[in-house]
C-alpha cells in the first residue's frame, strides 16, 4: 500500500501543451509538497500546502499551478510547458505535529520530458 | 545559491569498509540536518537527522556528524554492504518555521563485493 503515490510516473509531451501531476498521500499528513530535481540533479522545493493553504511558494514561474483539493492530495498543473520543466517531479509529505525534524515522504516521482 | 554542497558525486568504497559521505552548508541558521537515501526510480527516503546542539547521531550502522564551527557535516557507514549503494543526499532546514527542507546535489555511493 504506498504511502505517497504519483501519477504519472513517465510524461513525454511537445513544448506548449499543458499537463498535470497528481499526488496522494495516505500517512494521514497535513502537509504536502512539491520539489523539482532537474538535470544537475539539484532537489528543490517548489511548493507546499498545509491543510489546503499555500504555506511555501519558491520563486517558480506562474505557469506552475499547485491544487490541493483537500489534504492528501496535491496536484501540479504546468501551462504552456518549456524544454526547461523536463525534470523529475516529487511529491511528498509531512507531519506538522510535533517538532520540525524535516523528515519527509516522497513519492516515486514523476520525469517529466518536453520535446 | 546553493547552500547545501555535497561536493563529491560519487565514492566507490569495498563491501565491509567505512563509507565517508561529506556535506557542506553555507546558512548558519539551518539548525536541523538530515540525510536521505534514494535508488533509482525510487523517492528518497530519510536515513538519520541530527540537531545543531549535538555534534554525534548513531543509528547502526549509520553515525553522522556535525561540525558547526565549518559548518560540516559528514555521514559515516560501517560496514558498507553492497545494499548501500544509493544517492546519498544531504539536508539542512531551520526548525522553527514550516519545513522547508534546503537538499544537497547529492553523492552516489557504490559499495563493491
Known amino acids: 500500500d504506498t504511502a505517497v503515490s504519483q501519477t504519472p510516473k513517465y510524461l513525454v509531451t511537445q513544448m506548449g501543451n499543458d499537463k498535470s501531476i497528481k499526488c496522494e498521500q495516505n500517512?494521514?499528513?497535513?502537509?504536502m509538497y512539491w520539489y523539482k530535481q532537474d538535470s544537475k540533479k539539484f532537489l528543490k522545493i517548489m511548493f507546499s500546502?498545509?491543510?489546503?493553504?499555500?504555506?511555501i511558494n519558491e520563486t517558480v514561474p506562474n505557469r506552475f499551478s499547485p491544487k490541493s483539493p483537500d489534504k492528501a492530495h496535491l496536484n501540479l498543473h504546468i501551462n504552456s510547458l518549456e524544454l526547461g520543466d523536463s525534470a523529475v517531479y516529487f511529491c511528498?509529505?509531512?507531519?506538522?505535529?510535533?517538532?520540525?525534524?524535516?523528515?519527509?515522504?516522497f513519492g516515486e516521482g514523476s520525469r517529466l520530458t518536453v520535446l | 545559491d546553493q547552500q547545501v554542497k555535497q561536493n563529491s558525486p560519487s565514492l566507490s568504497v569495498q563491501e565491509g569498509r567505512i563509507s565517508i559521505l561529506n556535506c557542506d552548508y553555507t546558512?548558519?541558521?539551518?539548525?536541523?540536518f538530515l540525510w536521505y537515501k534514494k535508488y533509482p526510480a525510487e523517492g528518497p527516503t530519510f536515513l538519520i537527522s541530527?540537531?545543531?546542539?549535538?555534534d554525534k547521531n548513531e543509528d547502526g550502522r549509520f553515525t553522522v556528524f556535525l561540525n558547526k564551527s565549518a559548518k560540516h557535516l559528514s555521514l559515516h557507514i560501517v560496514p558498507s554492504q553492497p545494499g548501500d549503494s544509493a544517492v546519498y543526499f544531504c539536508?539542512?532546514?531551520?526548525?522553527?518555521?514550516?519545513?522547508?527542507?534546503?537538499f544537497g546535489t547529492g553523492t552516489k555511493l557504490q559499495v563493491i563485493p
Open positions: 511528498a509529505s509531512s507531519r506538522t505535529s510535533g517538532p520540525n525534524t524535516g523528515e519527509l515522504f
Open positions: 500517512l494521514g499528513h497535513d502537509t
Open positions: 500546502y498545509n491543510n489546503k493553504e499555500l504555506i
Open positions: 546558512n548558519s541558521m539551518f539548525d536541523y
Open positions: 541530527i540537531s545543531s546542539i549535538k
Open positions: 539536508a539542512a532546514l531551520l526548525s522553527g518555521g514550516y519545513q522547508k527542507v534546503t
